[in-house]
């Protein structure tokens, strides 16, 4: 399910990861504003992310920034969702 050369569409990730319940809300809040990629503002929800990129994530109330680890093939429970990502702290 990954895309040519290790990249996956931002949309399906974020789904992937379980940040949101379907990807039609990611695709939403990406088209919104509500999502920034390696400190740029982000509104295509087909986008290519890979290992290594930098997500801020504004939803639920809250702003999250995350590294994406790995790209995933499925959105599967919630503990295989967090090995998609690490959270990065206020201090990094």
């Known amino acids: ?7 996956l569409r931002l949309d399906k ?10 990807r039609g809300l990611a695709a939403e809040r990406i088209e919104g504003g509500g999502v920034r990629l390696n400190g740029q ?11 290594g990129d930098r997500l801020v994530v504004s939803a639920h109330g809250r702003v999250r920034s995350l590294t994406v680890l790995a790209l995933g093939t499925r959105r599967g429970p919630a ?14």
């Open 41 to 51: 503002p982000c509104r295509k929800p087909g986008r290519s992310v890979k290992p």
């Open 13 to 22: 990730w974020l789904f992937h990861a379980r940040l949101f319940r379907s």
């Open 79 to 92: 503990s295989e969702a967090q090995t998609l990502y690490a959270e990065i702290g206020e201090g990094e």
């Open 1 to 7: 399910m990954t895309e040519a050369g290790g990249a």
